[in-house]
């Protein structure tokens, strides 16, 4: 056989080849243009007010309170307008996201639309499903992802796995058999949910489970090393033993040894591992023991307990305003600057309303204030001056801004009549005033 007789034999097969590593290419490209649309499904939504806050707290507070009944089965109900509100509070903490919840008849449409990035490039990722009223389980009439109309029996998967990555393997499918019936009543949804016990433990794992998929998506399990965070929780614990007694200790008496421990383990080192391990140490002992359960999430939950930080610990004279600051620090760590945002205002939107202390632009002050600082000490380019200026002097006035003039214990009513919303521009106004303050401080000034 001539070598031009075989060159051409085994044109066929490169052919084939390529197809074969071409066709798929073409298959994940022709299905994500059908995914991905280039107008929303629902349009932004608007800032969340006050009785937003208070439907989400009721809509939470049933639930919880019907999964703790002893019975075999329980009945939930919810309003359009809780679920919309609840909605709408998702939004602000995840601004690509806008969701929508509609009764028409005996049929519930719930719509979302994820804004993709680049921002440049405006795209969307629509999904849409219609929910049909049912004697047992999820009766989904049709589902939508983007332009492609999803068969229920795929519906139905799609959903038992998504319910699996939240609550864990096979509580999907026990979540969904759950479902004894679903209806309409109006503008009412109700559910009647059998074994809401074990329901309750499954959503129980809920903030395990995100967490550990939010440690998916990193290099490592955890970007700390938690054998060092002992280190920071033993130097807190000789700041209290140090502290004068008689009088409540100031929250810049820690911060001082804390981020001189932090320069010192640094100086060979990486320094914002090192101030992010003080700073979520800090917010584990004087904020909430559930952040020190970050650093090593194998560690029993009554260990950060041991150690009883002192009763009080004041910023600017206050306790509340110490403990709105570290859990800012915390979360701002563990958690994007918009969700970190969402929790403040929405924790403020609750206290105007009825049996909450008043609206209190002070305490958002410190909420930023908190996030702000853990900001500053995660930037490259101000690790190590932040750790010099706070070693040196932890005076308040170097990471915490004056309050003065920030309006307090709002009520609803007045709350509405002065800022209508937190997207009028009285509230942005103040909340730029406060931004002003913050960037002026010397931990955040290069």
Not at 65 to 81: D, F, K, Q, T, Y
Not at 238 to 246: D, I, S, V, Y
């Amino acid at each position: 056989m001539s070598p031009r007789q075989n060159t051409s034999g085994r044109g066929p097969w490169r052919k084939l080849l390529l197809l074969l590593l071409v066709l798929p290419l073409l298959l994940i490209g022709g299905t994500l243009a059908l995914l991905i649309e280039f107008q929303p499904l629902v349009a932004p939504l608007p800032a969340p007010s006050v009785n937003d806050a208070l439907r989400t707290r009721a809509l939470v507070i049933r639930l919880y309170s019907g999964l703790e009944s002893n019975r075999s089965s329980v009945v939930i109900h919810a309003s359009v307008e809780e679920l919309s509100s609840l909605l709408n509070l998702a939004s602000r903490g995840l601004p690509r996201l806008a969701g929508r919840v509609e009764i028409s008849g005996p049929k519930v449409l719930i719509s979302h639309s994820l804004n993709l990035p680049p921002a440049w490039f405006p795209t969307f990722f629509n999904l849409q499903l219609e929910l049909l009223p049912s004697q047992k389980g999820l009766n989904i009439g049709y589902a939508r992802l983007g332009r492609i109309d999803c068969p229920t029996p795929l519906a139905l998967l799609l959903t038992r796995l998504v319910l699996d990555l939240g609550l864990g393997k096979g509580e999907g499918q026990a979540a969904l058999d759950s479902l004894q019936k679903f209806e309409v009543e109006g503008s009412q949804v109700q559910l009647r949910l059998a074994n809401p016990a074990r329901l309750k433990t499954s959503l129980s794992r809920l903030p395990s489970r995100i967490a550990w998929l939010r440690d998916l998506s990193l290099p490592q399990a955890s970007p700390w090393p938690t054998d060092a965070a002992h280190y920071y929780l033993q130097r807190l614990l000789e700041t209290t033993a140090q502290a004068p007694k008689g009088s409540p200790p100031q929250l810049h008496s820690y911060l001082g040894p804390l981020f001189a421990l932090a320069q010192q383990r640094s100086a060979q080192g990486d320094a914002v591992v090192e101030n992010q391990l003080a700073l979520l140490t800090l917010a584990g002992y004087l904020g909430d023991w559930r952040f020190a359960q970050a650093l090593d999430p194998a560690a029993p939950e009554t260990a950060p307990k041991t150690n009883q930080p002192p009763p009080k610990v004041l910023l600017a004279g206050r306790d509340d305003l110490r403990r709105h600051f570290v859990i800012s620090v915390g979360l701002q760590l563990l958690t994007e600057q918009g969700l970190t945002a969402a929790i403040g205002e929405l924790k403020e939107l609750l206290d105007a309303g009825p049996g909450g202390s008043g609206f209190s632009f002070a305490d958002l002050a410190a909420d930023r204030a908190g996030s702000a600082l853990a900001r500053s000490a995660s930037d490259p380019k101000r690790a190590r001056q932040l750790q010099r200026l706070l070693a040196a002097s932890a005076d308040e006035a170097n990471f915490f801004p004056s309050l003065e003039g920030l309006p307090e214990d709002l009520r609803q009513n007045e709350f509405e009549i002065r800022f209508g919303s937190v997207d009028s521009p009285s509230y942005l106004q103040l909340l730029q005033e406060i931004d002003r303050r913050l960037a002026q401080l010397p931990v955040h000034r290069r």
